[in-house]
Every structure is written in structure tokens, then in C-alpha cells.
């Protein structure tokens, strides 16, 4: 026998009463985990997204969806290939880097990838037009790899440039890691796509999006492949920071007046801007857990602490120091937010893991270190809503309370 | 040796309804070993005077000592260690914690000494055996006759080897026949192992069991006789 235990026997007594307490926190860290944790999860998908994407502008057919940057060339209409030239004649200063786009879902062997046909570095470069626009090593130095457009968003110039494919034959394709292992394939192997052949160059990354499902070829071969010719679904721009915020956009679309013309930050802004209400709610909800949960922690202790008056009399009675008492019942205290924490993380955590997908379009796993802070802010609550109560137990008169039955 | 020493011991509770003078200036000693019974009439301040003696009330005038030390003035810790150390406690509604076993009552003032659990389970044992209750340890207050929780409820107050017992009218709730078990156990345990009783209680039965007797009456001694 040790205080710990005669509060444990205590509280597992009283079961029912305990849960009910419970309620409030449970539910307040469950609902905090839980957005917390989607939120963490989908601050790491925008950070993928940015840190994947080859471009910060798009141009996209008019009727192309832009929900998702990822997706939105996937099965867009298509825009002539001379739009390209038209970028690079019109002198608009502030285009970085190009690269046209053909996009397309497909079948191998009855399951479905996304071909994408580029245009590697080195066709580009060869084209004595670009030359003339600006596109080239003194621009580029002209971009501040730090703008405040771009660290706002979180990412530098320099990953923007990376994904950039220098070479591509037309007999060659670059494979996703998912494509590749579902196509068995290899470097070195050959793949067939609809009567071409073509020899797999490299295996790209995992970059835990679409990415990996696709298959990258030259976009002479896709468009021959799938048999749009001179058509591309989509052209990347690197459009310097500056010159975007210049107005680089506008003067896009007077010479590409039938195309829709959209930055990353368009795209990606509302997946931030959604990060920061989920961030002021669970703000939010934290203010209203440490009210609510303290007061219906703090009403449990009352409630006990009277109904156990008598107990409380007959421990002092039998010797019992005031500190010890004290001790009793914030130990009953603590138990109870250590409960309420590791259930609410529970909760938050298995609402999360099924509430991601369906809501924020992201898988989620648990995140252990919520669990550590559940179980403080649980406890923490749980003291503060215990010391009023505590005090008055301890203050309580050994024994003669017993005679009030 | 004086074991229990009252000067001039005052009560007055602050009612609302006025000052409620429960004890005037009691003035009384008992040597250890003693069994003191108190009885009065009822609203006497037995109780009260119980309480006081045994440091769970404070006076509000006069002074007293337990074992020769005087606890008139020691703070409410000094009260809690000295009871927990010297003082049993045996009530009329037995006082027992609802929720714990019989045994798990009787560990209660060891744990509070920080005992080591192996000695606590052998003493809590061997005492609930000398009270006739090794057969029960494991049953709760609720699932106990009545002479069975006062037996659990003296195991608790003999386990820390106490040099003082205090008893609040502690076969109140008994039978006659349980009540005659019950006092004949308590005269035992002052007789063998020498520890001092001092019992409130109504019946003239239990009050021949005294060998100080005080009567009460309105909050006065009245009578105090010392057989011995
Ligand atoms: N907490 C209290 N506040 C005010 N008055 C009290 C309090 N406790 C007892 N009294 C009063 O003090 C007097 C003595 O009470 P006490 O309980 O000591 O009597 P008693 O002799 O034990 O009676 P009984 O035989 O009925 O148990 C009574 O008049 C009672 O009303
Ligand atoms: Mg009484």
C-alpha cells in the first residue's frame, strides 16, 4: 500500500465517473491532435509539392483544371507547339527556363501511367532563337535566388532549376519509381509503348507524388506516340521572381490570350492558406480545451473531493499531513490528464488517419511527438483544474467532517 | 507517568447560530495503561472531548499533553506525525475507506510510515488474525457485518503498535453480544500489551470496563473516579 496505489484503487472504483470527467479533454486533444496532425502532413505535401516542381509558372490550356498543380496537365486539351515560339519571340524579358509538355494518361499491359513528353535542356539550347530572348546564363544571374516571392513559399530558385533534364534521346524514356516497379524495368531494359521502343535511361527518385507513376520520354516521341502532333498540354515557365511580380503574367497572356496562365503560388495558396486556418483553429481550439477541460476537471474534483469528505477525514485522522492530501489529489490529478492526453491523442490521431484522405486529400500517420504534448497539455489542464479543489481538501478538518454524514 | 495530562481544557464551537460552550475548563490525568471511559449525556462534548485529546480538534483555551508531550500548541503536521505514530483509532461508524479491503484498511497508517510492503502485508496479517478477521482480508467494508468492520477498524488502529487507543462509542453500532466480544478484546489488548484506551460510549455496560471513569455533563466533569 502507497499513496499511488490507494489513489489508483480509488479512481479504478470509480470508473464510469472518471471517464465521464474525461470527456472534455479527450475530446478537446483528440480534436487539436487531430487537425494538428492533417496539418503537419499536408505542410509536408505543399513542401514536396514545391519542392518537386520544375516551374513557377504554368501555361495551361484554357479548360484545363488547375485544382492540383501535379495533375492539371494530366488530361488537359492541348495548345499548339508554336505557343512556345511565340514565348520566346515576343522579347518578354523574365523567362527563365521553358519547357514545353505533353501529358497523357496511357495503358501498359492494362495498368495505367501518365506519359509525359519533355523537352530535355539540350534541344532547347540548340535552338538559335532563344538565344535572342534573353534565355540564358546573364538572366538567370539576374533572379535573386531569394526573393521574397519565393521564400515566402518556402523554397529557393536553386530547386527550381533541378528538375531540368538535360538529355533525353527520342529512343529514350526516364521511369517513376512506382512505374518502374510495376513494369519490371530496369536501366538498359526496353519498353514498348504503343509500336515504339524505347530504351530506360535512368530511374528517377521517389518523389511521394505523381511523379513516380510517370513516364518520361522526349516529347517528339510522345506527341508520335500519341499521335498529336505539334501539340503539347502544358509549358513550363521559370519566369524570374522579379519579373513576375513586374507583370510577367499579364504580358503572357496578351500574346497567349486562349491559355490560362497560373503560378505556383496561385496553385499551392489555397493548400497554405487552408495549413494556416487549420493552424488558428487548432489555436483556437487549445484556448477553448484549457477552459472547458479545466472546469470539467476541476468540477470532477469538487464533486469528488466532497463526496470523499469523509474519506479525506478519516486519512487525516489517521495521520495524514495537508501536503499529503494535496499530494492524493493532484496525483488523481495527473493519472487523469496522462489518461485523458493518451486518449485524446488516440483520438485525434485514428480520426486524422481516416479524416486526411477524405478531407485533405493526404495520407497522415501518427506522429508520436503530438503524444508527448497531448499528455502535457492533458495534465497541465488537469492540475490547474485540480488546485482550488485540492486546497479545500486539504483544509478540510480531520475526522469531525465524518460526524456530517 | 502521566500518559494523558487536561489543564483547565476549553472548547467553544462558533456556530452561527451563537458560541456553542462544548468543554469548560476540564482538568484530568490518567496514568498508561489506563482504559478511560467517558460517558455523559448526549450533547455532554464526549465527542468533543475525544477529539481533542486526541489532537484532531484544537482547544480553544487551556492545555493537554499525550506521553508527556504537549500538544496544545504544535502545528497541524506535528499533530498528523504524532498520530500517525502513537494514536489508534476505533469510531462508531468504523471509518473504514469504502473502496479498500480489509487488509488493504489495516496497511493504510503503514503506508503513510513508508513501511516496506513485505513487513505491511506480515503485520497487516498477523493483526488481522489476533482480531479473529484472517478469514476476510480480501473483502470490502460493504462486505462485512457490522462486529466484522469494527474488528477490520481495530486491526487498523492496533497495527502501528500505538501507546494510545481512542474510541468513539465504538460498540454503538454493535449488538450486546458483539458489543461484550468487542470490549472484552479492547480490555485485552490494554491489559497485555499495556496500551492506553480512552472510550466514549453510552452504555453503563461498556463504561464498567473503565478503570478511569469520567461523566460529562454539559460540557463539565461531573464525576471522575480512578479504580486502581
Ligand atoms: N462542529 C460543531 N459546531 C458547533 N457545535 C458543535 C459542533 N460539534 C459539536 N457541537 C456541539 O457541542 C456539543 C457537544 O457535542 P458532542 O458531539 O461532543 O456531544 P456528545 O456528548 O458526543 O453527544 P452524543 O452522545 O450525542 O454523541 C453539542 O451541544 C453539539 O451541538
Ligand atoms: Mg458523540
Redesign the pocket.
Known sequence: MNLFKLVWIELWNKKTQLISSLMAIVIGIGVIVGIRTINVYSEKAVAVKLDNLGANILVLPQAASIDDYYTSDIDAPTIPMEYVEKILTSEIQGVDNLSPKLTRRIEIGGKKYVLTGIQPKNEMASKPLWQNTGFGKELQASCAPTTEANTSHGYEDEKLKRKGVDSLDYSECLLGTQAAKSLHLKVKDKLKIQGTELTVAKLLDETGTVDDDRIFVNLKAAQEILGIKDQISAIEIMGCCNAISDGLLGKLRNILPDTRITTIGQIVSTQIETNKMMKKTSIIFLIIILFVGSISIGNYMWANVNERKKEIGILRMIGCYKSEIYKILLLKACILGLIGGILGYALGTFAAYYMGPVFAQIEVAAIPLFLVWAVLISIGISITGSLLPAYFAARF?PF?NM?EE | MNILHTENLS?I???KDGL????KNISLTAEKGSFVT?T????????????TLAGLIRPSSGSFSLMGKNLSCVSDSELALFRRENVGFIM?SFALIPYLTAIQNVKLPLALIKMNKAIQQSKAVEVLKTVGMGERMNHLPRELSAGQQQRVAIARALVNAPSIIFA??PTGNLDPKLSVEILDFLKAINQKNNITIVM?T?SPVAADYGNVRIH?DN?EINTMTNKN
Open positions: 478538518e469531525s460526524q | 472548547k464551537y462558533h456556530h456553542v460552550n462544548a468543554l467517558i455523559g449525556p448526549s450533547g455532554s462534548g464526549k465527542t468533543t472531548l475525544l477529539l462508531q468513539d462509542e466514549v453510552h460529562l460540557g
